[in-house]
């Protein structure tokens, strides 16, 4: 019981540490719901799930070996939130709230970019549990799923936060996502990659 216990801790220090600037995005998410209608809460919902399942997916195939990752570049997956936020830039207009996505797949995607580093935290994880830890792990992540989307949820509820949106939604909201693809290619360390193909 002892060990299931750490087993589940350890689980959620893990998930909190690599997918706290979740709670950012899928704010942005419950905000744009409320405000345009898109997407749906249960596409954001269904997107986390299918985005943050993928990630761990990957990461048990890496960690079981069938899978080598060709690191930093995963690190290129920050150029969609970048594009779609450059997309949103470009439609949105001094009243409306811009929808950067508008299905699950979209949430998906958004949160597979910016949860490729969270792979490199993952395969040595999921290598170092047996079987029945890494179930264990895969459940404690589901159940922080409902947790971080629900936070997500009340956040992008509440008045003030969606004041701040509307108000400064039109540019807020795909600068952050800009902001977010820049930081995955700079700290995936993909940028000097390519600089040192280039050069």
Do not use: K
């Amino acid at each position: 019981m002892i060990d299931l216990f750490s087993t589940a801790a350890g689980a959620a220090v893990v998930f909190a540490a690599t997918d706290i600037d979740d709670i950012v995005i899928l704010t942005l998410f419950f905000v744009a719901a409320r405000t345009t209608g898109r997407p749906r809460p249960w596409q954001i919902v269904a997107g986390q799930y299918v985005g943050i399942g993928a990630l761990a997916l990957a990461s048990a195939v890496v960690a079981a070996g069938l899978l080598v990752v060709p690191d930093p570049w995963t690190g290129l997956l920050g150029l969609l939130p970048i594009v779609l936020g450059v997309r949103a830039l470009r439609r949105s207009d001094e009243d409306d709230t811009p929808t950067v996505v508008t299905g699950t797949l979209g949430v998906a995607g958004v949160t597979i970019a910016n949860g490729a580093d969270n792979v490199a935290v993952y395969v040595p994880v999921f290598r170092a549990l047996g079987v029945a830890d890494s179930a264990v792990f895969l459940l404690v992540f589901a159940l922080l799923i409902a947790l971080w989307c629900a936070v997500g949820a009340w956040l992008g509820g509440h008045p003030r936060v969606v004041r701040l949106v509307e108000r400064a939604g039109h540019w807020l909201v795909p600068t952050i996502f800009i902001g977010i693809g820049v930081v995955i290619l700079v700290s995936s360390g993909v940028l000097g990659r390519l600089v040192d193909l280039l050069g």
